[in-house]
């Protein structure tokens, strides 16, 4: 039996602007709740395909979608290759109707079968919740009245140092050593799934001692990368999310550190001043999360150069 639910909502913003938000599926983790990664398999002109990885009932699991992207009739549809149990199979359409001149309705509409079993209206129920947070989030982001680009940002810091790819990943993907080896780090708990999938609470102490505590789903892939998404966010940040990758070089590693934030301007104006514009946050923003990065990564480099030392140390 093919389950049908439709979810409208009515945006306070031009249409155009509606649909690229939806449209620009890497953007996702900062905007909708629920997602939390987003890998493209393929891109072309009106249609990718890519996996996603997003939270459903409080677990996290993933797919493989395929999307058909019609901005001139402002419509995408979408259908799931590869479903994850319970749902068998997934498919459906956002629509943006332009109903004024800043006005739009959205319609996301769904349907999907379930596994042999699994009573219907769990799932169905699951779709609702997800729908409307979605729908919310995207008039949230929609509804500043701000260019994207200003509000949606990311930020990279790529670093050499003298180790090994497999190294300063095993440091990264290892957090629950930091509290050790990181100052300003004062807790971490850490567990992981059998697919690489990490759920990690720490708790920091940011500029101005004041202590933070952040809860992040995070995606390994060994040696290579590390994926987060942060289920708490900064006060400051309506979504915050990114990786650290690592690729071995002549000079060493090569990491790159990345943050992609979601600003809420009017935290924003709470926490820096009044006077707080876009471009004062963005700055901020860069600052504190760029010299967080560079922190960790330098201690890294110290725990790697001591723990070489002690090996050279020990008779063979």
Known sequence: MTIRTTHTRVVEAPADE?????????????????SVLVRHLHRGADEERFRLWATVNGQVTDWT????????????????ERSRAPIASMGGQWSFDETGPRTTTVTLDHHFTVADGVDPDVI???????????????ARIAELGHPVDDIIVTFEDRVTLDATAAELYDFVYHSDRWPDHVPH??????????????????????EGSIPHTTRSIRICVPAERIDYKQQLPPAMLFGH??????ADDPAGVV????????????AAREILGAGTGLAEARAYLGAALGTNSRNTLLCAAQYIAARRAESAKSPS
């Open 65 to 80: 979608s395929r999307r058909t992207l019609d901005p001139a009739g402002r419509r995408i549809t979408f259908e799931q």
């Open 185 to 206: 780090v004062g807790r971490v708990d850490l567990t992981e799934d059998a697919d690489g999938v990490q759920l990690m609470e720490m708790d920091t102490v940011t």
């Open 255 to 266: 990491v790159l550190a990345r943050h992609t934030v979601a600003i809420n301007p009017a």
């Open 18 to 34: 509606v649909y690229g938000l939806v449209a620009d599926v890497g953007r996702w983790p900062v905007i909708f709740e629920p």
């Open 124 to 138: 169905t129920g699951a779709v609702d919740r997800n729908s409307v947070t979605e729908l919310a989030a995207l």
């Open 241 to 246: 999310s990114g990786a650290w990758e690592f």
